[in-house]
């Protein structure tokens, strides 16, 4: 059996050599240490070996497969053998990396598009106001002038962290940016300020929709407020077509179309003509809603709305990103995609 062994192991050892490529050397594997391969067909020999051998000739044929199988790991790793045999390159982890400055991560569009409207509405005058994400029923439905029993209350469309039924002010995730509007004209008058007020509030809104294509649980909205005297219908159409043609072109058209909000009066849907679809002719994309401050908004913070007018608009920021890159499903903005990230 020790002759057979050496036999297997030398002629092994030299047929080895001349595998030239993945076929062959499987071939061999398959030959000398596969389950029906050389070393097995010499096992049955064992069985003769005198009881005071064994031990040595079990150690020599361990010693032989050992060797064979070595082999074949170094064949295996050298160029030219294919993945079948040996899946992939060797990896040294602690190599240090390469770094490739063509994928260089960058900012997500969400943030990047927030920060294009906030510049646009700069030029047109508009300062930047911020507002809690936590806030409370006071600034999100009562102050905006939305009564105890409005459907948009309702506990089902809202992300509610107090219990309505309970709570004096029920602290809420804020369904709209229009909070912002109130915390900045309290704040104006808490500083013994007075209009004109002018700012644009971008930020996060929540709403328990069920996600699909156009919906998500949470997305961005940025609130638009100009208070002053004299404020009209025209001054909030001109700037929204000053904005339209600003961040989509020249040519972009704008559409007003009325609506109900109980925040203004009166109100109006804002459209523009988008393609969403990059191949696809341009539609009448709904971007969000605007109009005349309520009187009883302005009341309701302390102005006097004999004295002061004011407009109002909020559009949905990833409305507005889906337009412009033309990107068809608001899903694709959260699910980090590095392909989508790094096309749009
Ligand atoms: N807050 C409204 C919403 O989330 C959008 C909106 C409509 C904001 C009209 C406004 C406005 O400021 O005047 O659906």
């Not at 929540?206 to 002053?228: C, K, N, W």
Request: proline content about 8%; charged content about 25%; aromatic content about 8%.
């Amino acid at each position: 059996m020790l002759k057979a062994l050496n036999n297997v192991e030398t002629e092994g050892l030299r047929a080895i050599t001349d595998a030239k490529d993945a076929e062959a050397l499987e071939a061999w594997r398959i030959a000398y240490i596969g389950p029906k391969g050389k070393i097995r067909a010499v096992m049955p020999m064992m069985k003769d070996v005198p009881a005071d051998q064994k031990a040595a000739v079990g150690k020599r044929l361990n010693e032989v497969k050992s060797s064979l199988e070595a082999a074949f790991e170094a064949m295996g790793s050298k160029p030219g053998a294919s993945a079948s045999v040996n899946p992939g390159p060797m990896l040294d982890m602690t190599e240090p990396g390469v770094i490739d400055s063509k994928v260089l991560g960058r900012r997500h569009i969400i943030p990047r598009v927030r920060d294009e409207l906030v510049e646009i509405f700069a030029r047109l005058g508009f300062e930047v106001a911020q507002g809690p994400e936590l806030e409370d029923d006071e600034h999100n439905f009562v102050k905006l002038n939305i009564p105890p029993a409005h459907p948009a209350r309702d506990p089902i469309d809202n992300f509610y962290v107090d219990d309505p039924a309970e709570a004096d002010k029920p602290r809420m995730l804020r369904s709209q940016t229009s909070t912002v509007q109130i915390r900045t004209m309290e704040r104006m008058l808490a500083e013994g300020g007075t209009p004109p007020v002018k700012i644009v509030s971008p930020g996060r809104v929540y709403r328990p929709d069920t996600v699909d294509a156009t919906h998500s649980f949470m997305f961005h909205q940025i609130e638009g407020l100009y208070i002053d005297r004299g404020v009209s219908m025209s001054d909030l159409k001109s700037t929204l077509l000053q904005f339209a043609h600003a961040y989509f072109g020249e040519d972009a058209e704008i559409r007003l179309r009325p609506s109900f909000f109980p925040f203004t009066e009166p109100s109006a849907e804002f459209d523009m003509m988008i393609a969403l679809k990059p191949d696809e002719p341009a539609q009448w994309v709904e971007l969000g809603g605007c109009g005349m401050v309520d009187p009883n908004v302005l009341s309701a913070c302390g102005l006097d709305p004999e004295e002061w007018t004011g407009f109002a608009f909020g559009f949905g920021i990833e409305r507005i990103a889906m337009g412009k890159y033309g990107i068809p499903d608001i899903r694709m903005l959260y699910e980090n995609d590095v392909r989508f990230l790094q096309r749009v």
